[in-house]
C-alpha cells in the first residue's frame, strides 16, 4: 500500500468525515462566540498535553481490564470498540473507533474542560482540539495497522511497538503516537525483551472459559479467538 491509498482509505471513513465536518461546525460557533486568545491557548494545550494520558488510561484500565464482557449491556461496546480490534487487528472496518464512544469521550474530556476555561468559546475550542487530534490518531492507527510501510525512523518504531501489543503482547505498549506514560508507568517493552508470547494476545483473556460465564460477546462473535487471524482464514470466529 502506499501513502496514497492509505490516505484515500482514511478520508473515506464516516469517522474521519464526522471529525472534520463536527470540528469544522467548532471553529464556526469559536468565531462567532469567541474565548480570549489566553483561554484559548489553555484549552487547546490542555487537550494535546493531556490526551496521550487520557488515551493511555482508557486503553489501559478500561479496555484492557477485563470488566466490560462482564456487564451484559457493555459487553456489545467493548466488543466493537476492542475485542474485534485484537481478534483481527488490520481489519479496516473495526480499526477506528465507535463514533458512540468516541464522541461522547471527547465531549467529557475535551468540551467540558475548555468550557470551565473560557465558556462557549472555550468548550469550541477544546472540543474542535479533541477532534483534530483524535484524527491525528487515527492516522497513525492506520499507519500501524495497514500494510504501508513507513519511511520514517520514528514512524517505523512506532509501528513496531504498537503491532507487539497486537500480535505478541498486549500488557504492554498502550500508546498510539508516543510511548512516554508507558515508559513512566513500566509498560514500554520491545519483543526481545519480552520472550514469551502471550497467550491472549488475540482475545484479551475472553476465552472459552470467560465466555462460559459471561456469553455475550460469544454470542455476538460466533465464538471466541484463539489464534492468529491469519490461521483462521480471516473469518472472525
Known amino acids: 500500500m502506499t501513502l496514497r491509498e492509505l490516505a484515500g ?14 470540528a469544522a461546525a467548532m471553529v464556526g460557533l469559536y468565531l462567532y462566540r469567541p474565548a480570549s486568545l489566553v483561554q484559548t491557548a489553555a484549552a487547546i494545550a490542555l487537550v494535546v498535553l493531556a490526551y496521550p494520558l487520557v488515551w493511555y488510561s482508557l486503553h489501559r484500565w478500561v479496555l484492557h481490564s477485563n470488566w466490560m464482557f462482564k456487564v451484559p449491556f457493555l459487553a456489545p461496546a467493548w466488543k466493537r470498540i476492542h475485542y474485534d480490534h485484537h481478534r483481527d487487528p488490520n481489519h479496516l472496518e473495526v480499526l477506528f473507533g465507535a463514533l458512540y464512544t ?12 475548555g468550557w470551565m476555561i473560557g465558556g462557549i468559546g472555550g468548550a469550541a475550542a477544546g472540543f474542535a482540539a479533541g477532534l483534530l487530534v483524535t484524527c491525528f490518531y487515527e492516522f497513525a492507527h492506520c499507519i500501524q495497522h495497514l500494510s504501508y510501510k513507513p519511511r520514517l525512523r520514528f514512524l517505523a518504531v ?17 500508546g498510539i503516537t508516543n510511548f512516554f506514560w508507558d515508559h513512566l508507568f513500566q509498560t514500554y517493552y520491545t519483543r526481545p525483551q519480552r520472550p514469551a508470547k502471550s497467550a491472549t494476545v488475540f482475545n484479551l483473556g475472553y476465552d472459552d472459559g470467560m465466555s462460559r460465564r459471561y456469553p455475550w460477546v460469544a454470542r455476538r462473535s460466533g465464538g471466541v479467538a484463539s489464534s492468529h487471524p491469519r490461521y483462521r482464514g480471516g473469518v472472525r470466529d
Do not use: S
Not at 482509505?9 to 463536527?22: D, G, N, Q
Not at 468516541?102 to 474542560?113: D, E, K, R
Open 9 to 22: 482509505a482514511y478520508f473515506r471513513h464516516y469517522a474521519i468525515i464526522t471529525y472534520l465536518v463536527l
Open 102 to 113: 468516541t464522541l461522547p469521550t471527547l465531549l467529557l474530556v475535551a468540551a467540558l474542560p
Open 158 to 174: 512506532m509501528k513496531a511497538r504498537h503491532l507487539e501489543h497486537h500480535f505478541h503482547d498486549e500488557r504492554g505498549n498502550f
